[in-house]
T-cell receptor, first 111, second 115 residues
C-alpha cells in the first residue's frame, strides 16, 4: 500500500459525459501528479500540482482539467468523453522531487 | 526533452535464471532514473532509483540496476528469477527543474517466469 488513495476504482460511462476522478496523496506530500495508461499510448504524464498550484503540464487534452484543493487532495475532470479516453488513470504523490508513489488507479471505460 | 527506450515488449525466463531488462534513456540534463513494477490490476511500485552517487543501485526483491552514462543505459537485473517476479516493468526518467519532476516512461516490458 503506497498510501495514495484513488476513487472510484472503476468507472463506466457513455460518450459525451463528464466524470471526476479523485486522489488523496500520502500524508505530508505536497505534489500530486496525474498519469494516463492506455494500450496504445502507454503511460503518459498529464499534469502536476504542487501545494495547490499547477506546476507542469504534459499531454493533457483541453477537455481534461485538474485542481488541487487546500487539503491537498486532487481531482481530475474529464469532459465530453470519447471512446479513446478509456484508460487507467493514475495519481502519484511525492514529498521529495525524485520519488513518486502511485495510487491503485481508476479504470475508466467509455461506452 | 527526455525519452526512454525499452527494447522488446516481452521477456521470458526460467525460474532461477538471470533476469535482464534493458533500458536506454535520452536526456538533455543529468537524469534521475527509475524502475517501477506493475502487477496485474495494481498500481506502480518503485523498485529502485538512481539520483546521484553510486552508479550501481540496489532495490527491493533482489533487483539492481547500473547507471552507465557513456552508454545512456540503466538496465535492470536480478540473479535468480522467482515466479513472483512475473509482472510488467517500466523504466522512467525524470529531469528535475524547479518543482517540476514529471516522469517519462518507457513502453514497459512484460516479464514471464517459466517453472
Amino acid at each position: 500500500d503506497s498510501g495514495v488513495t484513488q476513487t472510484p476504482k472503476h468507472l463506466i460511462t457513455a460518450t459525451g459525459q463528464r466524470v471526476t476522478l479523485r486522489c488523496s496523496p500520502r500524508s505530508g506530500d505536497l505534489s500530486v501528479y496525474w498519469y494516463q495508461q492506455s494500450l496504445d499510448q502507454g503511460l503518459q504524464f498529464l499534469i502536476q500540482y504542487y501545494n495547490g498550484e499547477e506546476r507542469a503540464k504534459g499531454n493533457i487534452l483541453e477537455r481534461f482539467s485538474a485542481q488541487q484543493f487546500p487539503d491537498l487532495h486532487s481531482e481530475l475532470n474529464l469532459s465530453s468523453l470519447e471512446l479513446g479516453d478509456s484508460a487507467l488513470y493514475f495519481c502519484a504523490s511525492s514529498r521529495h522531487l525524485y520519488e513518486q508513489f502511485f495510487g491503485p488507479g481508476t479504470r475508466l471505460t467509455v461506452l | 526533452a527526455q525519452s526512454v527506450t525499452q527494447l522488446g515488449s516481452h521477456v521470458s525466463v526460467s525460474e532461477g535464471a538471470l533476469v535482464l531488462l534493458r533500458c536506454n534513456y535520452s536526456s538533455s540534463v543529468p537524469p534521475y532514473l527509475f524502475w517501477y513494477v506493475q502487477y496485474p490490476n495494481q498500481g506502480l511500485q518503485l523498485l529502485l532509483k538512481y539520483t546521484t552517487g553510486a552508479t550501481l543501485v540496489k532495490g527491493i526483491n533482489g533487483f539492481e540496476a547500473e547507471f552507465k552514462k557513456s552508454e545512456t543505459s540503466f538496465h535492470l537485473t536480478k540473479p535468480s528469477a522467482h515466479m513472483s517476479d512475473a509482472a510488467e516493468y517500466f523504466c522512467a526518467v525524470s529531469s528535475i527543474t524547479g518543482a517540476n519532476s514529471k516522469l517519462t516512461f518507457g513502453k514497459g516490458i512484460t516479464l514471464s517466469v517459466r517453472p
